[in-house]
């Protein structure tokens, strides 16, 4: 299944350097790798889902992001210690050296953006609101339209999701039933459909 992100524009294939680019080297990771730690390169995303993520001393993970087809991540981007690009699905990258990064201008923006609006959401009280806002944001990155409403294309768990949010399983997985049993949500294939999500965005 194709990712369809909605609100961002695809910098690649707005970019016109592109085809300039397409001989940069590739690489291919697979699901639950770690990203090499390099402060010389960029990886732009061509295939699969990523997370950035670092950890408390308690050693209690937080994602600071998703990442998508498009997406630029590296540990340039990136002053927080210790810091960790994790691939949640097999992902291919190309590696952009820094002689080039001034061509990914518009991914780089679009990297600041969605840091920010994560960030936003991350903040959102009460909890039930943010992890809604959470899901909605998810379902504008990596979804899909369907019959029922919008498929989040992006195996994520209940203990993911409360990594993100600064919250826990069990709470999670009770909204979860919540927003099933208000019909705001339904599964599918161990995924997550929102049937109202422009709905959502009004709140």
Known sequence: MTYLPINTPNPISNNPLTTATEQLP???????????????VLWR????????????EDGTFITLGYW???DLVGYPLSTVKPYQIECLTSVEVSIIPPHMW?????????????????LSIVHRKPISLRLWQFLVWLSQK???????????????T???????????????????QQFEEEGKMLRYKRRIVLCFPNQATKK
């Open 102 to 118: 001034h061509e990914d201008l518009n991914a780089l923006l679009c990297h600041i953006q969605q840091a920010e609006e994560l």
């Open 142 to 156: 990596f979804g899909c339209e369907v019959e029922q409403g919008k498929l989040i294309d992006l195996n994520i």
């Open 26 to 40: 590739q690489r291919l990771f697979n699901r639950r790798e770690i990203i090499p730690q390099r402060n010389d």
């Open 45 to 56: 995303i061509e295939r699969g889902t990523i997370r950035t993520l670092t950890w408390s």
């Open 68 to 70: 998508g087809p498009g």
């Open 158 to 176: 209940h203990q993911e999701i409360a990594e993100v949010l600064n919250t826990t399983r069990v709470t999670v997985t009770r909204l979860l």
